[in-house]
Nanobody, 113 residues
Framework: QVQLVESGGGLVQAGGSLRLSCAAS????????MGWYRQAPGKQRELVAL???????NYADSVKGRFTISRDNAKNTVYLQMNSLKPEDTAVYYC???????WGQGTQVTVSS
């Protein structure tokens, strides 16, 4: 059974950085596009970034130039490097495997002003 496990969230001051990791068990990782979503309190879940199996990247306008998504197929892991964090980036961040329609459990990111 495929599972996604996120890590790397936490509390950081505005302007700081965090790196989120999402480790996938199972064999779907290398053939699946992977994404990072976030959900702030009272708001809908939104796509932050995605990376295809071939390595193409797409970003929400709100994070372009600040966040970078990457993947290591040998480790079945996708990363989200978040720089120049802002208080409005505060949310629970979720990893998503498109081919399996599978969510991770989420990791909290809190950015203080």
């Amino acid at each position: 059974q495929v599972q996604l496990v996120e890590s790397g969230g936490g509390l950081v001051q505005a302007g700081g950085s965090l790196r989120l990791s999402c480790a996938a068990s199972g064999s779907i990782f290398s053939i699946s596009a992977m994404g990072w979503y976030r959900q702030a309190p009272g708001k809908q879940r939104e796509l932050v970034a995605l990376i295809t199996s071939g390595g193409s990247e797409n970003y929400a306008d709100s994070v372009k130039g600040r966040f970078t998504i990457s993947r290591d197929n040998a480790k079945n892991t996708v990363y989200l490097q978040m720089n120049s964090l802002k208080p409005e980036d505060t949310a629970v961040y979720y990893c998503y495997a498109f081919s399996a329609a599978l969510w991770g459990q989420g990791t909290q990111v809190t950015v203080s002003s």
